[in-house]
């Protein structure tokens, strides 16, 4: 971590790169509140001791930590059983939405009382305090019913009130709101998007003046789910510029400090999704949530992984509709006289499908896993979510909409009904080209602080813009610094690669294990060659940064499906495992298709079209619309 006043290595290569003060500033700010979240996991639960770090930096890739063991019973599974069984009821009595499309207020009652609100609260607060893996799987499974019921669980309790509450709240506050959370008398939400802050949180414009007992909050909010009169929010303002967290009980009714701002949004149309605008709106003091050693930028962060992970999940349960919709679909739909199903392009694409729910089912498990362990799971996390809503996307247009055709775009169908709720997780909790580019960042840190860091300053003492290899003045400067480097390089390349595959990995798994543990370490030279070739430059080669941060993530992706899928015992599980690898490695590499992929792919559609694929296992088969009624068939005969 930068010592304090002393600019951290970023914020020395940015000025040394001639951005402007401001850019400097702002992105420091956004370093600061990193390095404080770091540090307030235990160090062997840190960034640098995570499985993906230690797997490119550590020359061994530590299998174990890529394997999570299975779900174990609890009696809290009663709990989840209750609330699928009142989502179930809702659905199939056609009871989901009140008079205005929007979540019903009974459901939201009737889920409250299955202790649904309650899932991540400790039991002292009257919640169950499940795992967060758990959890996760509980949300697709949920998904599968209903994914708008299913993410309010993830906004309620990942990136609303009830995690900062629950990681920085005093006695008192976690006291004051979370029995009354878990119970569901008020639902939360986390209001910090404003229209001009998105993605950059230090842009942040809502300020909250000192006032006696309290203070005044002023400013406006933008894309804020459960924003409507009643609800408890976390609130992100500047306070002294410096961003706070506050928890903040809206009013049952508008008034002249605080009004909703309504605007028309395609996305999660179910639910209550509105701007807020206040005006010297009062909060106590005692409301202020003050994280240790950091503002709330770090409390922002902290909850953004477990989001991300619970949007994996709701991915994959959404994915399984998809695919639950191709199986009659395929059947019915004929070209000159054969099924669509016999069809080896659609029966690609339903394999396809399968495996980008394998993936998504094991990202979830696994980064949920280590969030459990006490990892911070910036890295995972990054992963998953990435995986999760640009998998659903090409699912949603690439294989659902292609293959439905014109009936997609109908009212009342899958596509047509969800299409912006399909594509919207693309930009949820970070836009995910540029959590790539934060992925890289993070992955290339410890490296850069060690080695670069004290190149840059060195380059700074004398007025350098650059170093150069051939220039001996260069070289005798930067003598001390290049020693260093020099060693950990020579190291890193007579390093031998130690393996450690899982010996009795099923032998269709085993290969892509294999050649994920192969490649992990080598990323190691290719990260620390680009931060030589590129030095100040680095930061506005994005393009570049992103190509390398997607490549290591499909690597991690397959490890991770392959040691999953070899623990599910199931034939279709090991097959959609293996279609997803083969096309990500091919995708890594730039390999063409062979026939043994196709033929692959074949064998696991016939499974899916047999529903003898788990992942359809309690899911309905959808009605197909506007097909021929029985008297018009009839009368064509």
């Known amino acids: 971590m930068a010592e304090a006043g002393r600019p951290s290595f970023a914020e020395t290569a940015l000025a040394q790169a001639g951005k402007s003060a401001e850019e400097v500033r702002r992105l420091g700010a956004v370093d600061r509140a990193d390095e404080q979240l770091e540090a307030l996991f235990q160090p062997q639960y840190q960034t640098v001791n995570s499985p993906v770090h230690r797997a490119v930096w550590e020359g061994q890739v530590p299998i174990s930590m890529f394997r999570p063991p299975p779900p174990e019973s609890a009696p809290s599974d009663a709990v989840l059983e209750r609330c699928y069984e009142v989502l179930r009821n809702a659905r199939q009595a056609h009871r989901l939405w009140n008079a205005q499309g929007k979540v019903s207020d009974t459901l939201l009652q009737e889920l409250a009382e299955a202790g649904y609100w309650g899932l991540l609260i400790s039991p002292e607060y009257g919640g169950s305090g499940i795992p967060f893996a758990k959890f996760a799987s509980f949300?697709?499974?949920?998904?599968?019913?209903?994914?708008?019921?299913?993410?309010?669980?993830?906004?309620?309790?990942c990136i609303g009130a009830v995690d900062p509450l629950m990681t920085f709240g005093t006695p008192e506050q976690k006291q004051r709101f979370l029995p009354r959370l878990a119970r569901g008398e008020v639902l939360s939400g986390f209001a910090l998007t404003e229209p001009n802050a998105g993605s950059d949180l230090t842009a942040l414009r809502t300020i909250a003046r000192p006032v006696p007992g309290g203070f005044e909050i002023t400013g406006d909010k933008l894309f804020i789910t459960n924003a409507i009169p009643g609800r408890l929010i976390a609130l992100v303002a500047l306070l002294e510029n410096r961003p706070a967290v506050f928890v903040v009980e809206l009013p049952h009714e508008e008034n002249e400090h605080f009004r909703i701002v309504h605007y028309g949004l395609y996305a999660l149309a179910h639910n209550y999704n509105n701007g807020l605008h206040f005006e010297r709106f009062f909060v106590p003091a005692e409301n202020l949530l003050q994280p240790p050693g950091g503002d709330g930028l770090m409390i922002a962060y902290h909850g953004l992984n477990r989001g991300r992970l619970a949007l994996c999940a709701l991915a994959a349960g959404s994915m399984r509709l998809m695919l639950a919709s191709l199986i009659p679909w395929v059947h019915f739909r004929r070209t000159y006289g054969e099924p669509i199903g016999a069809r080896e392009l659609v029966r690609?694409?339903?394999?396809?499908?399968?495996?980008?729910?394998?993936?998504?089912?094991?990202?979830?498990?696994?980064?949920?896993?280590?969030?459990?362990?006490?990892?911070?799971?910036?890295?995972?996390?990054?992963?998953?979510?990435?995986?999760?809503?640009?998998?659903?996307?090409?699912?949603?247009?690439?294989?659902?909409?292609?293959?439905?055709?014109?009936?997609?775009?109908?009212?009342?169908?899958?596509?047509?009904?969800?299409?912006?709720?399909?594509?919207?997780?693309?930009?949820?909790?970070?836009?995910?080209?540029?959590?790539?580019?934060?992925?890289?960042?993070?992955?290339?840190?410890?490296?850069?602080?060690?080695?670069?860091?004290?190149?840059?300053?060195?380059?700074?003492?004398y007025g350098m813009k650059t170093f150069r290899m051939w220039n001996p003045l260069h070289v005798w400067r930067l003598r001390r610094e290049l020693w260093a480097y020099g060693q950990w390089w020579l190291a890193h390349r007579l390093r031998p690669h130690l393996v450690s595959y899982v010996p009795q990995?099923?032998?269709?798994?085993?290969?892509?294990?294999?050649?994920?543990?192969?490649?992990?370490?080598?990323?190691?030279?290719?990260?620390?060659?680009?931060?030589?070739?590129?030095?100040?430059?680095?930061?506005?080669?994005?393009?570049?940064?992103?190509?390398?941060?997607?490549?290591?993530?499909?690597?991690?992706?397959?490890?991770?499906?392959?040691?999953?899928?070899?623990?599910?015992?199931?034939?279709?599980?090991?097959?959609?495992?293996?279609?997803?690898?083969?096309?990500?490695?091919?995708?890594?590499?730039?390999?063409?298709?062979?026939?043994?992929?196709?033929?692959?792919?074949?064998?696991?559609?016939?499974?899916?079209?047999?529903?003898?694929?788990?992942?359809?296992?309690?899911?309905?088969?959808?009605?197909?619309?506007?097909?021929?009624?029985?008297?018009?068939?009839?009368?064509?005969?």
């Open 348 to 461: 690609f694409r339903l394999a396809k499908l399968a495996g980008y729910i394998a993936a998504a089912d094991a990202l979830t498990q696994w980064g949920s896993w280590l969030l459990d362990l006490g990892y911070r799971g910036e890295l995972e996390g990054i992963i998953a979510k990435i995986f999760g809503s640009e998998a659903m996307k090409e699912s949603a247009i690439e294989i659902l909409m292609k293959t439905h055709g014109g009936r997609a775009f109908l009212h009342g169908h899958l596509f047509g009904d969800n299409v912006h709720d399909f594509l919207a997780p693309c930009i949820y909790e970070g836009e995910g080209q540029m959590l790539a580019l934060a992925f890289f960042k993070s992955l290339a840190k410890e490296h850069g602080r060690r080695f670069f860091e004290p190149i840059g300053r060195r380059l700074n003492l």
């Open 139 to 157: 949300l697709t499974r949920m998904a599968t019913l209903d994914a708008t019921i299913a993410g309010l669980a993830s906004v309620h309790g």
């Open 505 to 637: 990995l099923h032998r269709q798994l085993r290969p892509h294990a294999q050649w994920a543990e192969a490649v992990l370490p080598r990323y190691a030279e290719e990260i620390s060659a680009m931060l030589r070739r590129y030095q100040l430059r680095l930061a506005d080669r994005q393009v570049k940064m992103m190509e390398m941060s997607g490549r290591i993530q499909d690597t991690i992706t397959v490890l991770v499906t392959a040691l999953w899928a070899d623990r599910q015992n199931d034939e279709a599980w090991v097959l959609a495992a293996d279609v997803l690898c083969r096309e990500l490695r091919r995708r890594w590499s730039g390999s063409r298709l062979t026939d043994d992929d196709v033929r692959l792919a074949r064998q696991l559609a016939e499974l899916i079209l047999d529903r003898r694929f788990p992942a359809l296992d309690g899911i309905e088969e959808p009605a197909i619309l506007m097909s021929y009624t029985e008297s018009a068939t009839s009368s064509l005969i």
